[in-house]
């Protein structure tokens, strides 16, 4: 089905943290290199942007194999934040990246304490050309028994407060699943200075071989990502939104552009794609176009009018 000659393209753009995007497909963290990776096989420029590798004061070499396992309807990762570190991140990729005309950039990062984030962030603040910080804090604080940042609603409101306070950019705080309350989370996030917040981050999960008895992954448990968890990941964002006033960028399990629209309806401002990148390394700009189509089949004049327009009676 085509959309009607004399009808104007739909309008995909969106606006999330003072960024403009257009259109709300992002390339989600750890699902898409630094980019420069996917340079021949997708048009970058397509995508409404990209969330880099997350980045870490340090480079780090990340867990042993094997550290993927396919599940059903989803994938298990312990790679453990393998990365190259924020200095060699602005030396070598950012120019790279910089020469891309038209693409907007995000930096994950990360860390184990929180001068690890507030170092991270003082590097990242030297480099042109970082649309914004996403912070990732579904990582085991070592100084409070590895507990995760993004577990406990004291260390997260510490830790978004010291990024906020370093970071010369919008600031998104990626929230974890492995909590009781999302809301409160999504909650102490704005309170605490957050411009937007992401989710869903991965789910603490595992597989066991039942022949040889071992885990699947070496690290023994691992993050739940894929279609499996696209209903869960819904209802949060759905909860997050009616907590919150700043927006929200959704993620977990999207594979085609109704699941965007899903996500959108349910609160989401933008969308992530994840390990749908590992079926296919072409599914951002896939579902980008496939989202052109749907809007238009549908007569959707601007996707940003759905956001939280979901029908309850
Ligand atoms: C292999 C892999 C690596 C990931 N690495 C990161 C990371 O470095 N930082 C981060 O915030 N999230 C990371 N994630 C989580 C994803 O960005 C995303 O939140 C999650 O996979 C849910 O989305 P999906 O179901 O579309 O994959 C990773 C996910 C996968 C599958």
Partial sequence: MTAPPNRPAPDLSVSVAGITLKNPVIAASGTFGYGLEFEDIVHLDRLGGFVVKGLSREPMTGNPPPRLYETTAGMLNAIGLQNIGARAFLDEKLPKLREIKNTVVFANVFGYTREDYERTIQILNEGEG?????????????????????????LLDE????????????LIVKLSPNVTSIAQMAHVAQEAGADAISLINTFLAMAIDPETRKPRIANVTA??????????????VYDAAHAVKIPIIGMGGIAQASDIIEFL????????????????????????????????DHGIERISELTGGLLTD
């Fill in 130 to 154: 970082i649309a914004a910080y996403e912070l990732n804090v579904s990582c085991p604080n070592t100084q409070h028994g590895g507990i995760q940042f993004g577990s406990d609603p004291h």
């Fill in 159 to 170: 830790v978004v407060r010291t990024a906020k306070r370093t970071s010369n950019r919008p």
């Fill in 223 to 236: 993050g739940l990502s894929g279609p499996a968890i696209k209903p869960i990941a819904l209802r949060m």
């Fill in 265 to 296: 309806l349910a609160g989401a401002t933008a969308v992530q794609v994840g390990t749908a990148s590992y079926w296919d390394p072409c599914a951002t700009e896939k579902i980008v176009d496939a989202l052109r189509m749907y809007c238009e």
